[in-house]
């Protein structure tokens, strides 16, 4: 199995719905980030976690939600969905004994919005 | 703004060739760190550079940490097919800042 698994893998929305994304880790660590990437643009910090009780705004966050289940489950919501939230979604973890050292990325969710 | 600029942003060149891909920035990191990213996949770590002037070695694969740490190179030796990729810096303040990417693709 995957250190950090996410589903679905692919989705297909139509605007207006909610979905959530989902992210479990097999790592221990106790950091979890979500990033959203589109091309040219790198990956843009959505929401990061650095333990349960500490949820904390990324850079991207309107149109976005987050919780924190337990320390190895960080899922991602889109109230409302709208076109231009199509892009690939990853979810990453990091020990926070490394600092930012060594993020171990899961394999993405691809969204389109339609 | 981007905070850190790579370039190019896009190479393609023939198996055998030699390139270097560059990572650049005005600000000062606490440690750089270079990700391989194929398609359907997240970036994998390739390596860390801590030390301004730092040189590390991955078999093909040469990195090196600019003397202030504002600045990252990576060098490909005898381009190989199976390096083809995304290649991404990230410089390490209170969070990760990333570049935009470089696409590498080696032609057999």
């Known amino acids: 199995d995957a250190d950090v698994t996410q589903t679905p893998r692919n989705r297909i929305t139509k605007t207006g719905k909610r979905i959530m994304l989902e992210c479990s880790q097999t790592k221990g660590h106790d950091r979890m980030y979500w990033y959203r990437q589109d091309p040219g643009l790198g990956l843009r910090l959505i929401y990061y976690?650095?333990?349960?009780?500490?949820?904390n705004k990324g850079e991207i966050s309107d149109g976005y939600s987050v919780s924190r289940q337990a320390q190895a489950k960080f899922s991602l919501s889109l109230e409302s969905a709208i076109p231009n939230q199509t892009a690939l979604y990853f979810c990453?973890?990091?020990?926070?004994?490394?600092?930012?050292?060594?993020?171990?990325f899961g394999s993405g969710t691809r969204l389109t919005v339609v | 703004t981007q905070l850190l600029e790579q370039s190019p942003q896009f190479l393609s060149i023939q198996e055998g060739e030699n390139l270097t891909v560059y990572c650049n920035s005005s600000?000062?990191?606490?440690?750089l760190q270079w990700y391989r990213q194929e398609p359907g996949e997240g970036p994998v770590l390739l390596v860390t550079v801590v030390t301004g002037g730092e040189v590390k070695k991955l078999k093909r694969l040469t990195f090196q940490f600019g003397d202030a740490r504002k600045d990252s190179s990576l060098h490909i030796t005898a381009a190989q097919p199976g390096d083809t990729g995304l290649y991404l810096c990230?410089?390490?303040?209170?969070?990760?800042?990333w570049g935009a990417g470089t696409k590498l693709i080696i032609k057999p």
């Open positions: 976690s650095f333990d349960v009780k500490d949820i």
């Open positions: 990453a973890t990091s020990d926070r004994r490394t600092g930012t050292d060594g993020y171990t």
């Open positions: 600000s000062v990191f606490s440690s």
């Open positions: 990230a410089g390490a303040r209170y969070q990760l800042i």
